[in-house]
């Protein structure tokens, strides 16, 4: 009887055994346990450790509650001024509701994932390329925003999310590049000209302090000898005053001219003029001795000296009588001295002009 009793002692005790084995379940710190009761959700979600479900009845479905760290692919699409860009993003999300994420959505991180990509598609079209490399901040808030409406209803909940990278063409980045080297050209050479009018007014101002005390200048220039002839060099620069060559200016210049007003220049002589007193008084064509007014001056031509014309007319064959005027062109002599020849007829280009002749 006793042997009966014990022999169905254990055999109640592996029975307990076997249906606690298969009941109990353990739930991890970051994990919840959503129990379906025969296909109903239970009102209370198991807590983590240990617990018991009814086996053959319930079901106990684990839930992590982590942070999910999740990347999502690289999206291709055009902004709003037209560019092609390639964009990837990552989204941080977890669960907050288990019961929802298990009854509300089949596979909540499918469906996070599709979302994250759908929404930046939308923000690629709605934004600039200046927006998406340089306002970041501001684009992913909207897309957190975006992706966080509909996940509420999931039981998720998102907390960030993060544009990592955008490619863009080959073209593109070669002209970011020369406007971004454009750019700081542009800077470089204000910075340059700013610096050259401040170098500029304090050269100005030692100029003016250094005009008050010549010797400033000199001891300046010795200064710079020093300077030049510390560096063990061979050959020695040795600067040139200005002022000596101003001195020197000053020495050159006529006296009685100051150093604003110029020397007046010569005046050249007139062609036509001529010197009465360089010119003998019988040679004096009266044609070129006459006034202005077209007179002549009877002072300045040689009684001696008998205006004739000359012509290359023949002479007459008949003597001359005594004491009768000789022909123009005809030297002092007598008829028996001419020689004898025909007449011609004289050229078309018979020459006429003036010369003196001495009585």
């Keep these: 009887m006793v042997q009966e009793l014990l022999v169905a002692l254990v055999a109640v005790l592996s029975c307990g055994l076997v249906y606690a084995m298969a009941a109990a379940r353990v739930v991890k710190q970051y994990e919840r346990g959503v129990v379906l009761r025969l296909g109903r959700l239970h009102d209370a979600v198991r807590p983590p450790g240990f617990t018991m479900i009814v086996p053959g009845i319930d079901r106990l479905r684990k839930v992590n509650m982590q942070i999910v760290t999740m990347p999502v692919p690289a999206q291709d699409g055009i902004t709003r001024d037209n560019v092609t860009v390639r964009v990837d993003a990552v989204i941080y999300f977890k669960v907050v509701d288990p019961a929802s994420a298990v009854i509300q959505v089949e596979d909540y991180r499918f469906a996070v994932s599709q979302m994250a990509q759908t929404s930046l598609r939308s923000i690629i079209g709605k934004s600039d390329l200046d927006d998406l490399l340089s306002d970041r901040e501001k684009l992913n808030q909207g ?30 980045k070669r002209s970011m590049a020369r406007q971004a080297e454009a750019d700081r050209e542009r800077r470089a050479r204000v910075i340059n000209a700013d610096a050259e009018l401040q170098a500029s007014k304090k050269l100005a101002q030692a100029a003016q302090q250094m005009s008050t005390q010549p010797a400033a200048l000199q001891l300046r220039l010795l200064q710079t000898v020093v300077a030049v002839a510390a560096e063990k060099n061979s050959t020695l620069v040795l ?121």
């Design 143 to 172: 897309l957190e925003l975006m992706i966080d409406s509909p996940a509420v209803g999931w039981g998720v909940q998102i907390d960030r999310v993060e544009i990592k990278d955008v490619s863009l063409p080959e073209t593109m």
């Design 239 to 359: 600067p040139f005053p200005v002022e000596l060559l101003r001195f020197l200016e000053r020495a050159q210049q006529p006296q009685g001219v100051s150093d604003g007003q110029q020397a007046p220049e010569p005046q050249p002589p007139e062609p036509d003029a001529v010197d009465p007193g360089a010119v003998a008084p019988g040679l004096v064509d009266p044609a070129v001795a006459a006034p202005s007014d077209g007179g002549v001056d009877p002072s300045a031509v040689d009684p001696t000296v008998a205006l004739q014309t000359f012509t290359d007319q023949p002479l007459p064959d008949g003597s001359l009588a005594d004491g009768a005027p000789e022909p123009d062109g005809v030297p002092e002599s007598g008829p028996g001295a001419l020689p004898e020849f025909e007449p011609e007829q004289p050229p078309e280009h018979a020459r006429k002009g003036r010369f003196t002749r001495h009585h």
